[in-house]
């Protein structure tokens, strides 16, 4: 399969990228962190030395993406199966503290970017292309709720309605849309938003999930929100 993750270079991202490595999936890799990447190239190749791995050198919240990221994606795959739209940024700060810099950088991460690139890849997707769109169990509607998170979890909220969206305008297709919404993984950004704070769910484990679900979760679900997490911080 020809795969494409993005926020590739730490965490859940890095980890997915291995393991579709091992697997031998062609995978491309995003992530503005270039050394970052060259690290994950070195050790996929560890894992298997036959495996596909391209790395793309992208910030998603000031390139261009008509005319840098989409052409780069276009000269390796001549279509998509899977897109993991993983990329995403958190800042914990009270209500009256977040300013306009501190809004604007999450949405153009967390909300924007996944736009941009869905809908820059949609005439590459192939007949049964699964996207599938990382969301956190803050942004469900009904949740409990954290202080400091307003712009990440409204703007993982944003994510799950446009997940929905896609699915409802796309239905006469057979692409899949969908979206999972995890809890408190042990990250390098959990541990920056929450310092101290250890999570039970591991980045590679987390990523065991999402690779399982983005490979045969289309074949059952399409338009669906599903809350995968143990606990929240």
């Known amino acids: 399969m020809r795969i494409i993750v993005t926020g590739a270079s730490r965490g859940i991202g890095f980890e997915l990228v291995k393991q579709y490595a091992e697997l ?59 897109l993991v739209n993983n990329a995403g940024t958190l800042v914990n700060k009270p209500f009256l ?36 769109n990382i969301s956190s169990v803050g942004g469900l509607q009904g949740s409990v709720k954290f202080p400091g998170l307003s712009a990440y979890s409204s703007s993982k909220a944003a994510i799950i309605a446009l997940t929905e969206c896609l699915a409802e305008e796309y ?16 990250t390098e950004m959990l541990e920056e938003a929450f310092p101290g704070y250890k999570s039970s769910t591991s980045a590679k484990e987390m990523a065991n999930y999402i690779r399982q679900f983005s490979i045969e979760g289309s074949r059952l679900f399409k338009g669906k929100i599903l809350n995968v997490s143990k606990s929240t911080p």
């Open 24 to 82: 031998g999936h062609e995978v491309l890799a995003i992530s503005r962190n270039a050394i970052k990447l060259k690290q994950l190239k070195e050790e996929c190749f560890h894992l298997n030395p036959n495996a596909s791995v391209y790395t793309v050198d992208f910030d998603l919240t000031t390139d261009d993406f008509k005319t840098t990221l989409i052409p780069t994606i276009c000269s390796h795959f001549d279509q998509v199966d899977i």
């Open 97 to 132: 503290e977040i300013n306009e810099n501190d809004m604007e950088h999450i949405y153009n991460v967390n909300v924007f970017s996944v736009f941009k690139i869905i809908q820059g890849l949609l005439p590459y997707l192939s007949d049964e292309a699964h996207v599938l």
């Open 171 to 186: 239905k006469n297709t057979k692409w899949s849309f969908n979206c999972l919404a995890l809890g408190a993984v042990q």
